[in-house]
């Protein structure tokens, strides 16, 4: 079988309120009914994963509301609108890490973009990482607390098992067309 090799699209942008904003959105995150999420491969402490809130909850509209431009110029840095009709996020939900809390590998599906907002990432919690589809090769992106990352939804990726005692917080959510 033959490849092709193409570059992916992977783009780190600074939410630029984060710091102004980061208290009120773990307040409003925290006033959210979240679950525990552990199967056989996974040990997430909090999320709304399960209750599919489609960005309806008083932290991700609020999170929405203010990284509306960052998230639009990180969408333009890569689509053409001309070329396709506009995106829309599907769906937004938040993970909370505690020590020994992972992810472990999946991907979105059909989401075109994924994104990735590092609410809590203090020195010692991992980042996501992405698997290349070819080489099998793990890349983790040098993102810090208060970067959004974006990345193809179709990319394996994973959260890595959280081995600091500090709390690791993220809002998630994709972009389809439509």
């Not at 309120?17 to 307040?27: I, P, T, V």
Request: proline share 7%; glycine share 4%; aromatic share 12%.
């Amino acid at each position: 079988m033959n490849y092709s090799k193409i570059n992916c699209p992977i783009i780190i942008e600074k939410f630029p309120f984060h710091n102004q904003y980061q208290n009120e959105l773990l307040d409003l995150m925290s006033d959210e009914p979240l679950s525990r999420l552990i199967n056989e491969k996974d040990l997430i402490s909090l999320t709304d994963w399960d209750f599919h809130n489609k960005g309806t909850t008083k932290y991700s509209k609020y999170f929405l509301h203010l990284a509306r431009n960052t998230i639009n110029q990180m969408i333009l840095s890569i689509h053409k609108p001309s070329l396709f009709e506009p995106m829309k996020i599907d769906n937004v939900w938040c993970q909370r890490y505690q020590k020994n809390d992972t992810h472990s590998w999946h991907n979105h599906g059909v989401a075109v973009m994924s994104f990735v907002y590092y609410l809590e990432l203090p020195t010692g919690t991992p980042g996501t990482e992405l698997m290349d589809p070819i080489t099998k090769e793990i890349h983790q992106p040098p993102v810090e607390e208060g970067d959004i990352l974006m990345f193809p939804g179709f990319l394996f990726h994973r959260s890595p098992e959280n081995q600091s005692s500090e709390m690791k917080s993220v809002i998630a959510f994709n972009s389809s067309y439509g």
